[in-house]
């Protein structure tokens, strides 16, 4: 690559990568074009976490990511990967450079269209589908759900209890457990993403087995005009300790009023904690847009490049967000 440059962006340059994702995204993408999601997911001090690469003094690809953790050499969520028309080939080797460029041990991007996959296979990755678990509230009708089989599988009264935590001190006294599994979140990370995003609110559990906090969970009530619905959008912990949630699901689902509780996720066993696997013979739709509605079964696509002991949910990288412009 010899006319090829790949440089970091700093923030004083940020204008060089907006108009180029404006000119070759082909609509503008809300993270680079609405100041305050672009300071929240890429500034890094008087940098940015964004990569380009110049062919011949012009920008030919871009790649942003977001951390998983504060390390300088933290895992990385791939956020938005472009390249000019004609330059196919660049923006390749581009992502090609990612995980060396920025140290990171395990690199994934969390809902790829389906059509990109062979792409990642072709860079030596693995793309795969993230799994979709739900589970039914116990009710006579539904509104947001089109429940053709209400399948409710038995859960046992919980061994197991939950603490809601409301700030970072009461996690940093309670918690350590974050090597169990990939990308390697910590601290920084959960205040971050979910204390301090600006247009959600989280709601931040320890599960707690014989007195210790073995892992954490974290919920969102999604809001729309047919009702509520509580999803399961993080889970930080031994990835076999999942059936820790089993008998807490009913319960918050009944306090928060929710019509079910559904999780995309991979890398752990959602039916050893009470949710049914919705897979392609379910007769039931679990709609994940609720405003407005849109009672159809969405899939979701990812890709990673190492799954050993590998975790996903569906407010990794920059997903469970607004689409603000």
Known sequence: MSNEIIKRLPMCEKNKVVDFLNEHWGSRHPLVNNEQLFNYYYVDGDMTNFYYLEDDGEIAAVCGYIKCSEKSDSDIWISIWCAKKGKNGLGLALMGKMQELTGARVMSCNNIRKNTMAFYTFLGYHPDELNHYYRLRDLSEYKIAVVNNKNIPHCPAPSTHLVKFDNMEQIKSAFSNFDSCKPQKDYWYVDKRYFKYPHYEYKVYGVYKNGSCES????????????????????????????????????????????????????????????????KDDANIIPNYLNTLLQQNIDYYFFTTDTDNFVMFKADGDQDRKNLG
């Open 216 to 279: 954490l969970v974290v919920f969102r009530v999604n809001e729309s005009d047919e009702g509520y619905v509580l999803r399961v959008v993080d889970y930080i912990g031994t990835p076999e300790n999942i059936s820790d949630l089993n008998g807490h699901i009913d319960a918050l689902m009944e306090q928060f009023d929710c019509e079910f509780c559904d999780m995309y996720c991979y890398g752990v066993d959602g039916t050893k904690a009470g949710f049914v696997l919705r897979d």
